[in-house]
């Protein structure tokens, strides 16, 4: 996967809030899958995932339905919790890269 930015955990809880409540834990760890498998196409063709796109949580969201982004919305807020805590899940898991170094910065 590459590298987690702002916009992709928004694009992603956009998504997220499409799905039904039951569903979005399991739906949200096969998304994960499917952009970590999109990275790997990149990598090894050269060019992005003609489905899943190039790697990054909002190429991967930008294909599918989504809905309002409101931070005053307790659901959206909803689903963007529970794409941060999967995304921390999946990273405390191994399966993911380990964050790049702030540029100017000297990793500690």
């Known amino acids: 996967m590459r590298p987690v930015l702002d916009g992709d955990l928004i694009a992603l809880?956009?998504?997220?809030?499409?799905?039904?409540?039951?569903?979005?834990?399991?739906?949200?760890?096969?998304?994960?899958?499917?952009?970590e498998a999109a990275d790997a196409h990149r990598v090894r063709e050269g060019r992005a995932h003609p489905k899943w796109g190039n790697g990054s949580l909002m190429s991967w969201a930008l294909g599918y339905p989504s809905g309002r982004r409101d931070a005053g919305n307790p659901e959206y807020l909803r689903a963007l919790a529970l794409v941060c805590t999967g995304l921390s899940a999946h990273q405390s898991d191994g399966k993911s890269h380990a964050p790049l170094p702030l540029p100017g910065r000297q990793p500690m």
């Open 13 to 35: 809880a956009r998504v997220v809030m499409a799905w039904p409540v039951a569903d979005r834990s399991a739906r949200l760890a096969e998304a994960i899958a499917q952009v």
